[in-house]
């Protein structure tokens, strides 16, 4: 089990290395998606993007907080 006293200090770089994969897996998705949209399966497209938009919405939050969290004490 990790030192309690080293979590608080891990804790903003862990969140952002999830943040950082969330962004490439999203990356990796839309890169997708447009190769299925030009196959022809437009109505695949639509959804993934649609679940894509969830993703967006939330991005400015998760950055302002991994800010407030990175701020020294």
């Known amino acids: 089990m990790p030192n309690s006293d080293l979590l608080p200090s891990l804790l903003p770089s ?3 290395k999830i943040n950082e ?3 490439a897996l999203e990356a990796a998705i839309m890169e997708l998606t447009n190769w299925v949209e030009q196959q ?3 109505t695949v497209a639509e959804n993934v993007r649609g ?3 969830t993703l ?3 991005e400015e939050f ?4 991994l800010a407030v969290l990175m701020e020294p004490d």
């Open 14 to 16: 862990l969140l952002s």
């Open 51 to 53: 679940a894509l938009n």
């Open 21 to 23: 994969n969330q962004l």
């Open 62 to 65: 998760i950055k302002l907080t």
């Open 40 to 42: 022809g399966d437009t």
């Open 56 to 58: 967006d919405r939330n």
